[in-house]
């Protein structure tokens, strides 16, 4: 290699360090130009007002008056939106920004290393400026729709800019929004008043205005879910067709057992009213967000009038309402902020969604919107994974994967199991449910983690005023039900590598077994063989997962299907040279149980095809909990109804 000049080496360092200069002192002053949140009232009212008319287009027509004083004054687009745990707030879709003052235009700068900031110097005189712009939502045919034309879902978030330099619980909005004729809308915003087509809501700080998205639609109905409370909760659908909003009295019934069941177990609630925001959809993207007095929850169409099919996906709605008390009042200390431009820290989301999930299973079954066959169906499917499927935790730990939402941001992963996503919540759940059974058994059945959640969620009743928590607050609350080292407990399941999530059945009294027969459940997820949203579930026997058209969605990590070659992405068109379907891949498991010729899988991928034999011989396999004779059935306790 030729030696270079000595010249041109002190040429590029001295380059280099006045570059690097440059760069600090850019970015310094771009730090001071964006003042950091700090904890006084903003001076007047934001007026916001969203047209949210155009369902031909999905576009978000917005217009903001925002009070001001001159100088400069940054705006900030929400980046870290509570619930999201992630800076992923959109600002790809914020388009047309204008702003004014007194009929002039202003100019603005985004910020240089900070694209949610924008910039601009206010003239002297001008009192107030307004911001113009549009929030594009998708329109892909596989988009995740926000708005068709029946139905929308609005988070205000996504439609608003804010002054930087406040908490977003010192600046008040007034918001208002435009519908299409004729929709009807819920939300926990209180309404002011109403004027043909817009509705404009009460006042409301800027934290209260984000943690509060409306949902509207042609075809909407409202159901009382505890008549006369003096804290009263709703439910709030809106479906593609007038049919599709039919309950029947006992489905009626199921969700007030589910509001009657929560507050008997926390003994509080954290909200003034509550509203499930709840969209039946087959075009409108499905949706779980959590909020503190109310909750976005989205699914098919057909969740009332195909209810015996649709078991699998009613405890949504059981776990967005938990997080009324864990998530959004108790809240874990590094993720709350004070605006929503600051970072957020997920180190405790297997407390703040593991838990959460926990409960979301258990209040489903003691509400009578799952069976007890059907819960312990579901929790056999959660175990199975986290004993034959999740071959990451070698490598990783449950607390690790809390950062997966700002790794990951729920892309499509190659290979789950091993890559591991999100685990806190459901392998968050078998923590909790050792916990559960570790206290009944320490308290010979006297104490057990409702004791927690009472004391530990349930404080200050009517209260929705986030309070924080750390780990060693969690410690010190379970050790109040009972004596234990719980840091040490918990620091072995979240923690550490291998965990031992297993023991929670084993505690409860119930073990793991597999046979070759699909429960009721989990047949639920394979009930609509066309659909790419449900999968065929082959995980513990050959080690896919495969979507109704017969791609492989996952392959489970040194499992039969890996080690022969097969890759996520694939599409099986073959199974022992007859054309696939479930049926016959199924009846070729089955078969090669009998047989020590290798299952022969022909791939489509990449535009190739090939033919890959996969060893496997051990038939299928599907998850079941039977009882543990002998031993106290804690787990049948946990899911009965309190009186």
């Not at 007194?102 to 009192?127: C, I, M, Q």
């Not at 011989?617 to 109804?641: F, K, M, N, W």
């Amino acid at each position: 290699m030729p030696s270079v000049p000595s010249k041109f080496l002190r040429l590029a360092l001295a380059l280099a360090i006045a570059f690097a200069a440059d760069a600090a002192s850019a970015q310094q002053a771009t730090t001071e130009q964006t003042p950091p949140p700090q904890d006084t009232p903003y001076a007047g009212t934001v007026a916001l007002s969203v047209n949210a008319s155009d369902t031909a287009q999905g576009i978000f027509r917005v217009h903001e008056s925002m009070p001001v004083k001159a100088g400069a004054v940054t705006l900030l687009y929400p980046q870290w939106i509570p619930g999201d745990h992630s800076p992923t707030g959109p600002i790809a879709m914020l388009a047309g920004l204008r702003l004014s003052a007194n009929g002039k235009p202003l100019t603005w700068v985004r910020d240089k290393y900070n694209v949610y900031a924008f910039h601009v110097d206010v003239p002297e005189g001008v009192s107030s400026i307004d911001a113009d712009f549009q929030y594009l939502s998708e329109r892909a045919d596989d988009a995740s729709f926000e708005i068709t034309d029946r139905m929308m879902s609005m988070e205000w978030s996504k439609v608003a800019l804010y002054p930087a330099g406040y908490y977003t619980r010192g600046i008040t909005f007034e918001p208002s929004v435009t519908l299409p004729h004729g929709w009807q809308l819920g939300t926990a915003l209180e309404t002011a008043s109403t004027s043909g087509d817009t509705t404009t809501f009460k006042p409301v700080t800027f934290e209260n205005l984000v943690d509060s998205p409306v949902y509207a639609g042609q075809y909407f109905k409202r159901v009382a879910l505890n008549p006369g409370d003096k804290a009263p909760v709703y439910l709030d659908v809106v479906a593609d067709e007038p049919k599709y909003l039919e309950m029947t009295p006992e489905q009626v019934a199921v969700h007030r057992n589910l509001v009657t069941q929560a507050t008997r177990l926390f003994g509080s609630h954290h909200y003034d009213h509550y509203d499930f925001l709840f969209s039946l959809s087959d075009q409108l993207a499905g949706n779980g967000t959590e909020h503190h007095q109310s909750s976005e929850d989205g699914l098919g169409a057909d969740y009332f009038t195909a209810w015996a099919e649709n078991g699998s996906e009613r405890d949504l709605l059981a776990h967005e309402y938990t997080h009324s008390w864990n998530g959004k009042f108790r809240r874990p200390a590094d993720l709350w902020t004070p605006n929503f431009n600051v970072p957020m820290g997920n180190s405790l989301l297997w407390v703040y969604e593991g838990q959460t999930q926990y409960w979301g299973f258990v209040l489903t079954a003691r509400a009578g919107m799952w069976t007890p066959q059907e819960f312990r169906d579901g929790l056999a499917m959660v175990a199975a994974n986290y004993e034959r499927n999740r071959e990451g935790f070698q490598w990783r730990s449950l607390e690790d994967t809390t950062n997966d939402p700002i790794v990951a941001r729920r892309s499509p992963l190659p290979f789950r199991s091993w890559q591991m996503s999100e685990d806190y919540y459901s392998g968050g759940q078998m923590m909790w449910l050792a916990v559960d059974a570790k206290l009944r058994s320490l308290t010979h059945d006297k104490h057990s983690l409702d004791d927690f959640a009472r004391a530990f969620f349930g404080v200050e009743n009517g209260s929705y005023v986030p309070k924080t928590y750390t780990f060693d607050d969690v410690v010190a609350a379970l050790d109040s039900v009972a004596r234990y080292d719980w840091a040490s407990f918990l620091k072995a399941r979240a923690y550490s590598l291998n965990p031992p999530l297993q023991d929670g059945l084993a505690g409860t009294g119930w073990k793991l077994v597999y046979d070759d027969k699909e429960s009721e459940f989990e047949k639920a997820y394979d009930g609509r063989p066309e659909s790419s949203r449900h999968l065929l579930n082959f995980t513990w026997s050959i080690g896919l997962t495969i979507t109704g058209t017969g791609k492989v969605n996952d392959v489970r990590w040194d499992g039969p299907a890996f080690k022969a070659g097969v890759s996520t992405g694939a599409t099986i068109v073959a199974v022992n040279g007859t054309a696939y379907s479930k049926d016959v891949l199924k009846d070729a498991i089955t078969a090669a149980t009998a047989s020590k010729t290798p299952i022969a899988l022909t791939l489509k991928y990449q535009g190739r095809f090939r033919t890959i034999p996969v060893d496997y011989h051990g038939g299928l396999q599907y998850p079941h909990l039977v009882r543990v004779e002998g031993t106290p059935d804690y787990l049948s306790e946990i899911i009965a109804a309190k009186k």
